[in-house]
């Protein structure tokens, strides 16, 4: 499993759990554009306690550097941000996301699924998150808020980001009658949308 996401937190905001949940039985990387000195080392201290791997992108390269990326690991599930997210920097990673796609999958069928994750309260400038899969994190969702807090150094994580995740998980966990959830959308890859109604 492949997460592409624009910032250092991201990965544990909007998917920690399902990607804690995923590294418990298969390798997961989260890949992001080169930061701070302080934010990449709170980024490799998330990835970490989410049981996952951080591969640093050079911003100026991003749809080059993805397709490298999916070429060399084939991944078989991508997870980034919706293309239409509030968040500029947010749309950029998806669209070099699907920039990268077609000719990674051409040359290695792979990934078979694509997804694109929550965004800030669950909105988008298209409008709300329609969630075509919704993943139980109960079991990982104190695991997301731990590698979450990695990033309390330079983040507003207690005031803003924690509980936002809670208020989004206790939602989407509603929504399938568990304590905790995370909403995603299938997005097709050349064509074909994923049979599974799971990650």
């Known amino acids: 499993m492949l997460a592409v996401m624009a910032h250092p937190d991201d990965a544990e905001l909007w998917a920690g759990g399902t990607l804690a949940l995923h590294a418990r039985a298969a390798g997961v990387t989260i890949a992001v554009p080169r930061n701070t000195a302080d934010r990449m080392a709170e980024a490799a ?25 999916l070429v060399d690991l084939c991944p078989e599930i991508v997870v980034t941000h919706p293309p239409a997210d509030v968040h500029p920097r947010h749309r950029r990673v998806a669209a070099a996301v699907l920039e990268a796609l077609p000719r990674a999958v051409l040359a290695t069928g792979r990934p078979r699924r694509l997804y694109t994750c929550d965004s800030y309260n669950s909105l988008t400038m298209d409008g709300p998150v329609r969630a075509t899969a919704i993943v139980d994190v109960t079991a990982t969702f104190d695991v997301k808020l731990q590698a979450l807090r990695a990033h309390g150094g330079t983040q507003p994580i207690g005031e803003e980001f924690a509980p936002m995740a809670e208020n989004l998980g206790r939602l989407w966990g509603a929504r399938i009658g568990v304590a905790y959830a995370e909403g995603f959308v299938a997005l097709p890859v050349l064509g074909r949308l994923p049979g599974a109604t799971c990650l």
């Open 45 to 69: 201290a998330g990835a970490r306690v989410l049981g996952a791997r951080l591969h640093v992108l050079d911003p100026e390269r991003l749809a080059v550097e993805i397709q490298e990326l």
